[in-house]
């Protein structure tokens, strides 16, 4: 299975919007509700963020969105902040029972 | 708050078995999805594979001839087993819990181990 697509940056200023795209196909993204997004600071283990496409787990600040279109999942931050700064990592269930990664995204705060 | 915690061996010889533990605190694990995952370094995450306490697993298709999930509900562990271990195997090796209504993912996750393969 390949890993879900990704870009491998993304970046901008503080207070400023985001969207971080996953990629799929109808096996993974596009065929079931169960997307995830993950964001892992160096050093440290992922956290999940985002879970079943658009669903924030307790604790997790409301400017982190998510959403889908066909084969392609989207990670929204509203509002970055510094502490936004980290890797970002999407995945899916997949129609084989198992689950994929993106490959990560990079996210710089300028 | 749920906890875990994996333990095992840091350096294994190439071709040998790679045996991991991960330890649950703070809460059970039966009747929850049970990950590990791994991640080389500078790299991305690798789904292994999941087993669910009542029933089922599955794998990774690259990994799937070499892998084991296997749970000890009495000392809430599960552990992985990996055999004929190469150098691509070197990696940081997390496991992961999921929760009640957040599906195929997880949610609690181990600070992860370093596993280097290396003779």
């Known amino acids: 299975q390949s890993a879900l697509t990704q870009p491998a940056s993304v970046s901008g200023p503080p207070g400023q919007s985001i969207t971080i795209s996953c990629t799929g196909t109808s096996s993974d993204v596009g065929g079931y509700n169960y997307v995830s997004w993950y964001q892992q600071h160096p050093g440290k283990a992922p956290k999940l963020m985002i879970y079943?496409?658009?669903n924030r787990p307790s604790g997790v600040p409301g400017r982190f969105s998510g959403s889908k279109s066909g084969n392609t999942a989207s990670l929204t931050i509203s509002g970055l902040q510094a502490e936004d700064e980290a890797d970002y990592y999407c995945s899916s269930f997949t129609s084989s029972n198992t689950m994929i990664f993106g490959g990560g995204t990079k996210v710089t705060v300028l | 708050q749920v906890q875990l915690q994996e333990s095992g061996p840091g350096l294994v010889k190439p071709s040998e078995t790679l045996s991991l533990t991960c330890s649950v605190s703070?809460?059970?694990?039966?009747?929850?999805?049970l990950y590990w995952i791994r991640q080389p370094a500078g790299k991305g995450l690798e789904y292994i594979g999941r087993l669910y306490t009542s029933g089922g697993s599955s794998y990774n298709p690259s990994l799937k001839s070499r892998v084991t999930i296997s749970v000890d509900t009495s000392k809430n562990q599960f552990s992985l087993k990996l055999t004929s271990m190469t150098v691509a195997d070197t990696a940081v090796y997390f496991c992961a819990r999921d929760d009640v209504g957040i599906g195929a993912s997880g949610v609690y996750w181990g600070q992860g181990i370093m596993v280097t393969v290396s003779s």
């Open positions: 703070g809460g059970s694990i039966s009747g929850y999805y």
């Open positions: 079943e496409v658009s």
